[in-house]
């Protein structure tokens, strides 16, 4: 008989080493670089090595493949060679040669298809954060129906009782087993990551350097630039709001390239749809974007006016109207207290990492006095810097004067 290795971080052994139907819950919480995402698919893709299975990969929303947990199997399965001979990894599905299926859906919107699903040996719900009371009792009345069903849900904790918080945390049941990792947890934790968290120790204030690499609650702060002024919400545009308005901001390897769409009625911003990622090459920039955004190309976008040859190479492909936003002395402090003068920003919940900006955006705090300093850190502000290139042009205009919105 031939047998395998399985290296884990030492925190995980006593969640994943016990066999299937030890538990009902397997939980993981904590920050970026712990790991908990890749070594949760690469036990997931274990188990359906060793017998069939079908697994069910959920988030509250996928609008999409790309946004689902199918890339981290992907990774996961590529890590071990037995692992990628038993697998079929198609762009959009998942197969194991024994049967085994992995099943990708999201839960908003998607409640009844959920409901309508059949035998499910293992659950994940990735991001369960942002999962609502409504969608787990949904959801657990569906998938606990096979012998040894389980659930395991993974997340970096954001607010003290949220649903998942509760469920987990607060009021744990007795057929759980849950754990906290970090990046510290994490003995394969890359090299180039730590460069990335030292930078951001420096540059960060403590309470979001804590919820983003340590696992903490994201607690507001005066140092979040856009703090008490926004939330998620679904909403569709209507014929009589302003807009839209588009913006975009280049980037590459360590930064994305962000670009949004955004409407305005009345005293409020809407943030309807984003598009971007890293490593996109620049003429692939357009189709990228407008897969994600229906309709991109037939509107005006304003992207960084700072790379013109960029903004010169996405129109000759697939961004025909993209021109660059206006800049001037003082343009991103008048551009982020005119975001600030609305009575709230509206992001719908599909824009993900423009809603995880919104959090994060911030000024540095000096590390000794904990003063909020008045300039930017240089992090999680790309589709911010977006959102301000699309509303450039109204920063200076008399009818939308900050503050005195009409």
Request: include cysteine; proline fraction near 6%.
């Amino acid at each position: 008989m031939t047998t395998a290795t399985i290296e884990l971080p030492p925190k995980l052994v006593p969640v994943f080493g016990p066999p299937r139907g030890s538990f009902q819950y397997r939980n993981l919480h904590g920050g970026r670089g712990s790991g908990k995402s890749f070594n949760a698919a690469k036990m997931a893709a274990i188990w359906g090595y060793a017998e069939p299975l079908r697994i069910l990969c959920t988030r509250e929303f996928q609008a999409s493949i790309s946004e689902s947990f199918h890339a981290e199997l992907k990774a996961a399965i590529a890590s071990e060679p037995w692992l990628e001979a038993h697998y079929d990894v198609g762009v959009d599905y998942l197969k194991g040669s024994n049967g085994t299926q992995f099943i990708f859906r999201g839960l908003r919107r998607n409640s009844q298809s959920v409901k309508s699903l059949a035998k499910i040996d293992l659950t994940i719900v990735e991001e369960a954060e942002d999962v609502p009371e409504t969608s787990w009792l949904a959801l657990e009345a569906t998938v606990f129906r096979q012998p040894k069903s389980e659930l395991w849900a993974l997340w970096n904790p954001r607010q003290q009782g949220s649903p998942v918080d509760k469920r987990f945390r607060e009021n744990p049941p007795g057929n759980a087993v849950t754990a906290e990792i970090n990046w510290s947890d994490n003995p394969f934790f890359p090299a180039g990551l730590d460069i990335l968290r030292r930078r951001e120790q420096e540059r960060l204030d403590t309470a979001t350097y804590d919820h983003v690499w340590e696992g903490g609650y994201l607690v507001n702060s005066d140092a979040q630039v856009l703090a008490g002024k926004w939330r998620q919400a679904e909403f569709e545009p209507k014929d009589t709001w302003d807009g839209p308005y588009q913006g975009g901001d280049f980037g590459y390897a360590q930064d994305p390239t962000a670009a949004v769409r955004c409407y305005i009625h009345g005293d409020t911003l809407y943030v309807s749809h984003e598009a971007g990622g890293r490593g996109i090459e620049l003429d692939d920039i357009g189709k990228r974007v407008c897969d994600g955004i229906p309709g991109y190309e037939s509107y005006v976008s304003r992207w960084d006016s700072a790379s013109p040859g960029s903004i010169s190479i996405i129109t000759r492909h697939g961004v025909p109207k993209a021109t660059s936003a206006p800049k001037w002395q003082g343009s991103v402090d008048d551009g982020i207290r005119f975001l600030r003068s609305f009575k709230e920003i509206v992001i719908h919940p599909r824009c993900k990492s423009t809603i995880n900006e919104a959090r994060l955006y911030s000024y540095k705090v000096d590390r000794l006095t904990g003063d909020v300093l008045p300039v930017l850190v240089d992090a999680n502000n790309h589709y911010m810097d977006a959102l301000r290139y699309a509303v450039s042009p109204m920063i200076k205009n008399k009818r939308y004067n900050m503050g005195n919105l009409l």
